[in-house]
C-alpha cells in the first residue's frame, strides 16, 4: 500500500441474514449475554478473560490476568499453573464425558476408529509414559510429522501432558521443509507414519523423514517414533527407530500430568503463510488455553450432542486450535477424516456428515468453492440435516461462495461463521456468534474481549468505507508469545511497523455499521493509478459471473496507470472459455467496483497455485507473469 493511505471502497454486498428465532432461543449465549458481555469486555477486557479463565481447571491461581510491563512480551496469568491436557483429557474422565465419544477418525479406504474419552485418556497417558522412557523432558521439543491419524492427536497431547513442547509438521511437506523446521527446534524426537493415504494412493511417509534426518543440523533427533498405518516397506535405522505400538505396548495407561506455568511454552508451529520465510510461533498452556476453550464454545455454540468437524489438518493452526484442543476442552467429539475431500468423489465431505451424523462443519473457502463447482446434486445425495452450525477460515470467503454454502449445504438455516484469525492468533479474533445478523463476505466484528482497527500507515483509524491495516490494538490471551529464538524478530514483524499495536499484515475495511470485510494480504494489494484495491475485492466480483468457479488476481506494471489487475479464471464446470466470455467478465468487474477497477487480461487455469494449506499462492503467478524469482516453492501443493 502506497503513502496516499487507504484502500477505496469497492465492494457492494448489501445482502443480510437474520438469525432464525430458533437459532436465537437455542444459542448458549444469548443476544443480551452478548451485550453484556461487550460492555464488560470494553470497560474491562481483563475481567471478561478472567472469566473465561474460571470455567477451566487450574492447579494454581494466576497473580494477575495479564503483565503487560515489557511490551510486546505480553504475559497471560502469569504465576497460574496449569496443563491444557488436565483441561482437554483428565477433567473429562471424572464427568459425565468419561464414556462420551471424544474422537471420532475415518481413513480415506474408509476404515474408522472411535475413541471414548477414556479411551483417548489411556492411549494419550501411555505414549506420554513412553516419551519419559525415551528421555523427553518439560520443555524438550518433540516433532510431529504425521498424516492425520488419532496417535496425531495423541502424540500433540501426550507431549504436551509431560510438559514438552510439541513441533507438529504438515505431513505432506517436503524433507527440506522438515529438516528446517526440526532443526530450528532442535526436536529430540520425530513421530511420524510408514506411510498414508492420499487420493487413492499410498504415499511413503517414513522416506522423507529419512531424507530430513541425513542433514548435519538435524543430529538432534535421537529417536524416531513410527506409526503403522499404511504397510510401506520402511528401512528401520537401529537405535534410532522404534514402532509406536512396540513403544507403547508396556506403557502404563496413566501417568503424571506435568504442573505447567501458564506461560509456558505449549507448541511451536512454523508459519510461512504465502510470503516465504518460516518463522516459529510459540503458543502457551495458559492464554491458549483459554482463548480456544471461549471461542469455541461461543463461537460453535457446543451442545452435548454435537460432532463437530473442523475438515483442517491438525499440522496447521486450525487444526491445533479446533481439532485437537478446543473440541477436547469443550467436551465435545471431534471428527477427523484421513484423505482427500474428492476421494473417491466429490460427495465424500457429504457423505461422512450423513454417517456420523455431523452437527457443525468448519472449512475453509479453498474447499468450498471447489465444492461448489462439482455443483449441489452432491450434497443432495446425502440426507445432511443434521448439520446446524457452518464456519469458514483461512482466506477471504467471497459472497457468492458463502451464499452457496449457506443455502445448500446449511439449509438458509445454519448460522455460517466466517472466522479471521492467523496462526500467530491462536484464536478466532474476528467473527460473528450465532445470534449475530450476517453479512455474506464479512468477518463481522471482533469478539468480546479483543480489540481492532483500521488504520493507515500512522496507526490513525481511517473512516468507515476506506480501507487501511487490520491491526489489534489490545493484547489476547490466545496470543503467540514471541518467535523460537528471535523475540526481536517477533517485536519486528508485528509490533514496530505501527508502534504499539499488532499489525496483522491484512488490508480490511470496516462499515458502517462497524462490520469488517478483508481484502486480502497488504503485500497483495494492487495500486491502479494511484486507488489501492484488494485482491480479494475484484476475485469476488469475478465470482459473481456464473462461469466463473474460482479467481486469483495479481497487479501487472502499467506504464499509464502504474499497476493493472490480471485475473487468473477456473471455469465452473462444462462452461467454455471465449472472447465473449472475457468481455463479459472485465464488464462484470468494472459494474461491480467502479471503473477506476482496470482488468487488463483474463487467463483462464485449470487450477490455481495453493500453499498446502490451500491457500491462493498469488506470487508464484505474478512471477510467472513478470519472468521473475517466485520465491520459496517449498509450500507450494503440488497436488
Ligand atoms: C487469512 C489461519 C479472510 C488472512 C487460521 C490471515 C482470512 C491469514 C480469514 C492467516 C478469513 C484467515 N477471511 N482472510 N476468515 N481467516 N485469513 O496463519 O490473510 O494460516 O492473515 O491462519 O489467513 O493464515 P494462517
Redesign the pocket.
Known sequence: MDDTGALDVLLNEVRVFRPLPQTIIEANVNPQEVTGAYRLAQEDPLAYWEEAALELEWFRKWDRVLDSDNPPFYRWFPGGQCNIVHNALDRHIRTVNRNKLALIWEGEPGDSRKFTYFELYRAVNRFAGALRSLGVRKGDRVAVFMPLLPETLIAMLATAKIGAVHVCVFGGFSAKALSERICDSQARVVVTADGFYRNGKVINQKAIVDEALNSACADCVDTVVVVHRAGVDVDMVSARDIWYEDLVRSEAPETRTEVMEATDPLFLLH?S?TSGRAKGIVHTHGGYMVGVARTMNWIFDIKPTDIFWCTADAG???GHSYVVYAPLLCGTTTLMYEGHPLYPQADRLWSIVARYGVTALYTT?TLIRMLMRYGSQFPRQHDISSLRMLG??????NPEAWVWFHRHIGRGECPLM???????TGMCM?SPLPVSVLKPGS?NKPLPGVEAEVVDRQGQPVPPGKGGFLVLTKPWPGMLQTLWNDPKGYAQAYWEKIPGVYV???VARKDEDGYFW?Q??ADEVINIAGHNIGT?EIESALCVHKAVAEAAVVGVPDKIKGEVAKAFVVLSEGRELGEDLVRELKAMVRRELGPVVVLKSVAFVESLPRTK?G?ILRRVLRAQELGVDPGDLSVLDEE
Open positions: 508459519t503463510g496447521w493452526i486450525t473457502p469458514s477460515v483461512g482466506e477471504p470467503l466466517d472466522t479471521w484469525w492467523q496462526t500467530e474476528l468477518v496483522t499484515g491484512d478483508i486480502g494480504r480479494a494449506a491457500k
